[in-house]
């Protein structure tokens, strides 16, 4: 597979995987019908799911996941390095999306910095 195609399907993928990050942020976090519905807990299986992704959100686990596997990929050589960086941009991007932008804003730039450095 060519370069120019694989990087095609990279931008691809990451458009749907921000479409479906703001789904998530839209559909299931800031939508007023979940918070009558998820009164009773244990009800709905999506509640929980709900629930546990605000703590992750609140203590900020997705960003500095995210920055975290994008700083180790600056380090990584050859392959190893780009999958560690493309794996901090599909963490990066939801955390952008979803309330912490101030750390994750660095997990993507330096992830996409990685993924397009050029191979010796």
């Known amino acids: 597979m060519s ?6 399907v ?7 995987w921000l479409a479906a990050s703001y ?3 839209y559909g299931l976090m800031e939508d007023a019908s979940w918070v009558g519905l998820c009164a009773d ?14 703590l992750l959100i609140h203590f900020q686990v997705i960003a500095w996941a995210g920055l975290g596997l994008a700083l180790i990929a600056q380090c990584v ?3 190893g390095g780009w999958w560690l960086a ?4 599909l963490l990066g991007v939801p955390a952008l999306v979803l309330y912490t ?8 730039v ?11």
């Open 3 to 8: 370069r120019l195609l694989q990087g095609c």
């Open 10 to 16: 990279l931008l691809g993928l990451l458009v749907a």
């Open 23 to 25: 789904g998530v942020r």
């Open 41 to 54: 807990p244990g009800q709905y299986w999506q509640c929980q799911v709900r629930s546990q992704l605000g």
């Open 77 to 79: 050589p050859r392959r």
């Open 86 to 89: 493309l794996v901090a941009l």
């Open 101 to 108: 932008a101030s750390i994750a804003v660095f997990a993507v």
């Open 110 to 120: 330096l992830a996409g910095l990685r993924l397009v450095r050029a191979r010796r």
